[in-house]
C-alpha cells in the first residue's frame, strides 16, 4: 500500500489549470525530493518533474511542482488533450530500512 | 540514447518460478541505480526492488522480501528479477528502470516498455 496519497481524479477544459495533491509523511515528503511522473496507458512512464519542481529536457514550463512540509503538488496550466494520463507523484522513504514509493496516481481527464 | 528492454515475462503458476531480464544502453550501465516497478491490472505504480551501482545494496518492497532477487551484471549492462514463490497479486507489467540516487534524492530517470507477467493456473 502506498504511503502517499493523491486525489483519484482531476479534471479540467482545455486551457484551464489542474493541481494534483500528493500527501505523504516525515520519513518520506518531509525529508526527501519529490518526483513527478506522466502515464499514458501502454506506454513507458515519463519524468515530468524532479527534485520538486525541476523540469526535465524536454517538459513544458505548463508544468510545475512544489512542496510544503509533507506535502507536494503538481500544477498543468494552460491544460491540453494530450495532458490527458495518469500522474503519480514519488519520493524514497527512510522507514522500514528504506524503499521507493509511488503516489495513489490521479487521473487527469481534459 | 538510453534504452531499456525487459524480457522473460509470461505465464507463470502459482508458486512457480520466473527470471526477467533487462538489457540497457545509451548509457554509463556501472554509474547508476537500478530498480524494478510493476503496474498490476487497474492499479498504480508500485516499487519492486531496487539495486545499488556495484550490487552490494539491495532494497525490497516487503511483500517481495524472501521471494524475489534482484541483481545486476555490469560487464553485460543487464539487470535481472529472480521471482520465486510466485502469488497471483505477482500478476503485473514489470518496468525496469534508469535511476538516480544523492543526498534526500532519489528518482526514476527513464523506464523500459515493460515485460508482462500473469500468475495463473
Known amino acids: 500500500q502506498s504511503v502517499l496519497t493523491q486525489p483519484p481524479s482531476a479534471s479540467g477544459t482545455p486551457g484551464q489549470r489542474v493541481s494534483i495533491s500528493c500527501s505523504g509523511s516525515?520519513?518520506?515528503?518531509?525529508?526527501?525530493?519529490v518526483n513527478w511522473y506522466q502515464h499514458l496507458p501502454g506506454t513507458a512512464p515519463k519524468l515530468l518533474i524532479s527534485?520538486?519542481?525541476q523540469r526535465p529536457s524536454g517538459v513544458p514550463d505548463r508544468f510545475s511542482g512544489s512542496k510544503s512540509g509533507t506535502s507536494a503538488s503538481l500544477a498543468i496550466s494552460g491544460l491540453l488533450s494530450e495532458d490527458e494520463a495518469d500522474y503519480y507523484c514519488?519520493?524514497?522513504?527512510?522507514?522500514?530500512?528504506?524503499?521507493?514509493?509511488f503516489g495513489t496516481g490521479t487521473k487527469v481527464t481534459v | 540514447e538510453v534504452q531499456l528492454v525487459e524480457s522473460g515475462g509470461g505465464l507463470v503458476q502459482p508458486g512457480g518460478s520466473l527470471r526477467l531480464s533487462c538489457a540497457t544502453s545509451?548509457?554509463?550501465?556501472?554509474?547508476?541505480?537500478l530498480s524494478w516497478v510493476r503496474q498490476a491490472p487497474g492499479r498504480g505504480l508500485e516499487w519492486v526492488a531496487n539495486?545499488?551501482?556495484?550490487?552490494?545494496?539491495?532494497y525490497y518492497l516487503d511483500s517481495v522480501k524472501g521471494r524475489f532477487t534482484i541483481s545486476r551484471d555490469n560487464v553485460k549492462n543487464s539487470l535481472y528479477l529472480q521471482m520465486n514463490s510466485v502469488r497471483a497479486e505477482d500478476t503485473a507489467v514489470y518496468f525496469c528502470?534508469?535511476?538516480?540516487?544523492?543526498?534526500?534524492?532519489?528518482?526514476?530517470?527513464?523506464w523500459g516498455k515493460g515485460t508482462t507477467v500473469t500468475v495463473s493456473s
Open positions: 545509451g548509457f554509463t550501465f556501472s554509474n547508476h541505480w
Open positions: 539495486i545499488k551501482q556495484d550490487g552490494s545494496l539491495k
Open positions: 514519488s519520493a524514497w522513504d527512510d522507514s522500514l530500512n528504506g524503499h521507493f514509493v
Open positions: 528502470t534508469r535511476d538516480q540516487q544523492g543526498p534526500r534524492l532519489y528518482q526514476v530517470d527513464d
Open positions: 516525515s520519513s518520506n515528503i518531509g525529508t526527501n525530493t
Open positions: 527534485s520538486n519542481n
